[in-house]
């Protein structure tokens, strides 16, 4: 079976933290592929990062910071000085190689005061 | 220049009607999809849909019917309306189904319904 778990449901932290949301995955299947989504309060949901099961190589994009680490099942994601902008609800998802939809998890809530 | 558009983005209807939200992309994505997010925010696929096939999530109930038009529409048709319908609606579109290097899904603004 196939199932995503972000186990932090709510983080809040002040403005320039650092802060680590995490994403622990099952699947089955060899080829795989891990995504991390973005829902701020005005509700669209923006798509942020996709990673295959057979890179496992680690990815950087300005303050954002994605570890994906097979063994572990775990692709967590990592905002690096925090801003105000970045208060969102935040889903990782899972995509098996042969299925069509993205299994999401429960997302986790991030608030970032000033 | 929207990527994926919905209409409406606010439904308020009482039970037992029938109503439609349209879903648009000009992508050039051969595939649509619509989830529904509850109030708990939980994204849970209903269905996926190209030019070769549909596919159902069997947790679906059958008042609830995609309908596409072309390539670029996936409408989402919904019969007898009841309370626990009530959520927002996404809909999104990817280039490629399965396995590919275009995978990601790209995602309307939602429809939130409110059936009363």
């Given amino acids: 079976a196939q199932k995503v778990t972000q ?5 809040s932290v002040v403005e320039k933290e650092d802060v680590t949301l995490d994403c622990v995955y099952e699947t089955r299947d060899t080829t795989y592929y891990l995504f991390w989504y973005k829902q701020p309060p005005s509700g669209e949901l923006v798509f942020l990062i996709r990673r295959n099961s057979f890179d496992e190589q680690n ?7 994605w570890n994906f680490q097979k063994s572990t099942s775990s ?9 105000v902008v970045d208060s969102a609800v935040y889903f990782c998802a899972l995509k098996n190689q042969a299925g069509t939809a993205l299994i999401f998890g429960k997302g986790t809530t991030l608030s970032v005061s000033s | 220049d929207t990527a994926v558009s919905q209409t409406p983005k606010y439904l ?3 039970m037992g009607n029938d109503k439609s939200i349209k879903c648009e ?7 649509m999809y619509w989830y529904k997010q509850d109030s708990k925010k939980f994204l849970k696929i209903m269905f996926s849909y190209n030019n070769k096939e549909l596919i159902i999530n069997e947790t679906v109930p059958n008042r609830f019917s995609p309908k596409s038009p072309d390539k670029a529409h996936l409408n989402l048709h919904i019969n007898s309306l009841e309370l626990g319908d009530s959520a927002v609606y996404f809909c999104a579109s990817s280039q490629d189904l399965t396995g590919g290097a275009a995978i990601e899904q790209y995602f309307g603004p ?5 059936v009363t």
């Fill in chain 1, 7 to 11: 186990a932090q449901t709510e983080i």
């Fill in chain 2, 110 to 114: 939602g429809t939130r319904l409110t």
């Fill in chain 1, 59 to 65: 990815e950087i994009s300005g303050r954002y910071s």
């Fill in chain 2, 12 to 14: 308020v209807t009482q």
């Fill in chain 2, 25 to 31: 992309q000009n992508l050039g994505h051969d595939t």
């Fill in chain 1, 75 to 83: 692709f967590n994601f990592t905002i690096t000085a925090s801003q």
